[in-house]
């Protein structure tokens, strides 16, 4: 099985009893941004809404576009793309729906390694790409369009760049100066049920690794999904999730999986960022 990062957006409906589940205890040592603690979690599933769904409040989604990783060719990056779908969605919030910002991921497999934060293509956490993101910041993917591959070079052009025409008929491409950026004021992490919910219900989307089968890769289409692990499929206590697969797969880009049972290892280990008006967009 492979450990892959997924968006969680959350549409819930019915309430279950929360089990008790491995708490992640991950080390920030050395992350200067890991300084944000979740919303306060409600105290029973009563106090929470019994549906939510950040792509239909009141009829008004704050949904970004969905992003496929694997095109124009395989690159392991799911914990980038999971946690920058977030971040999107967390942006257009801010925005109260008015803005579509997508983060440059390019961007980030450019510079990341280089900066040691991740492996590019090659893995690593969600963490590292919020991590980058208080230090460094991030352009809109009008910087750079992802080609799904790591760079290993850090420079003002792989960071942002335009090019144009030129008499002769070929391209000239160079950096551009100062570009937008945006930065993450803090991230922190969280897990189970009721706490993801209220961070959900109260700031956003947040980012939470799990364990994906091939069965779930190559034969989900709708509906609930769960692994062959001798869970009962008739719970009703359901999740929407989204994952960087591309609108084609499963229900328009995203999953249903019960919650409340750490399935797959749903609800162990996620984190969630915070981004301020104060630090938008410079």
Same mark, same amino acid.
């Given at each position: 099985?492979?450990?892959?990062?997924?968006?969680?957006?959350?549409?819930?409906?019915?309430?279950?009893?929360?089990?008790?589940?491995?708490?992640?205890?991950?080390?920030?040592?050395?992350?200067?941004?890991?300084?944000?603690?979740?919303?306060?979690?409600?105290?029973?599933? +009563? /106090?929470?809404?019994?549906?939510?769904?950040?792509?239909?409040? %009141? *009829?008004?989604?704050? =949904?970004?576009?969905?992003? #496929?990783?694997?095109?124009?060719?395989?690159?392991?990056?799911?914990?980038?793309?999971?946690?920058?779908?977030?971040?999107?969605?967390?942006?257009?919030?801010?925005?109260?729906?008015?803005?579509?910002?997508?983060?440059?991921?390019?961007?980030?497999?450019?510079?990341?390694?280089?900066?040691?934060?991740?492996?590019?293509?090659?893995?690593?956490?969600?963490?590292?790409?919020?991590?980058?993101?208080?230090?460094?910041?991030?352009?809109?993917?009008?910087?750079?369009?992802?080609?799904?591959?790591?760079?290993?070079?850090?420079? +003002? /052009?792989?960071?942002?760049?335009?090019?144009?025409?030129?008499? %002769? *008929?070929?391209?000239? =491409?160079?950096?551009?100066? #100062?570009?937008?950026?945006?930065?993450?004021?803090?991230?922190?992490?969280?897990?189970?049920?009721?706490?993801?919910?209220?961070?959900?219900?109260?700031?956003?989307?947040?980012?939470?690794?799990?364990?994906?089968?091939?069965?779930?890769?190559?034969?989900?289409?709708?509906?609930?999904?769960?692994?062959?692990?001798?869970?009962?499929?008739?719970?009703?206590?359901?999740?929407?999730?989204?994952?960087?697969?591309?609108?084609?797969?499963?229900?328009?880009?995203?999953?249903?999986?019960?919650?409340?049972?750490?399935?797959?290892?749903? /609800?162990?280990?996620?984190?969630?960022?915070?981004?301020?008006?104060?630090?938008?967009?410079?």
């Amino acid at each position: 099985m492979l450990f892959l990062y997924a968006l969680f957006l959350f549409t819930w409906f019915h309430h279950s009893t929360e089990l008790p589940i491995h708490r992640s205890k991950r080390s920030f040592t050395n992350y200067w941004g890991a300084t944000a603690t979740p919303v306060e979690r409600a105290k029973s599933l +009563d /106090e929470l809404p019994r549906d939510w769904d950040w792509c239909n409040v %009141n *009829g008004k989604s704050f =949904c970004t576009a969905s992003w #496929n990783q694997h095109i124009p060719k395989y690159c392991g990056s799911c914990y980038l793309h999971g946690t920058l779908a977030a971040l999107n969605d967390r942006l257009k919030i801010q925005f109260n729906g008015l803005q579509d910002i997508l983060l440059g991921r390019q961007v980030f497999l450019n510079c990341g390694k280089a900066r040691g934060l991740g492996n590019g293509c090659y893995g690593g956490k969600a963490y590292q790409v919020l991590e980058y993101m208080y230090r460094y910041g991030l352009p809109d993917e009008t910087c750079q369009n992802y080609v799904a591959e790591s760079s290993p070079t850090c420079n +003002d /052009e792989t960071i942002c760049q335009n090019c144009l025409p030129v008499e %002769n *008929g070929t391209l000239r =491409c160079w950096p551009v100066k #100062n570009p937008i950026l945006f930065f993450v004021q803090s991230y922190g992490q969280l897990s189970g049920e009721i706490q993801m919910m209220s961070e959900i219900y109260k700031r956003g989307p947040i980012s939470c690794g799990f364990y994906s089968t091939l069965d779930f890769d190559y034969n989900y289409k709708y509906g609930v999904y769960t692994a062959s692990t001798g869970i009962n499929n008739t719970l009703t206590s359901k999740d929407l999730n989204h994952v960087v697969e591309g609108s084609y797969w499963g229900e328009n880009g995203f999953f249903r999986i019960i919650r409340g049972i750490n399935h797959l290892l749903f /609800e162990s280990s996620c984190v969630f960022g915070l981004m301020n008006a104060d630090n938008l967009g410079q």
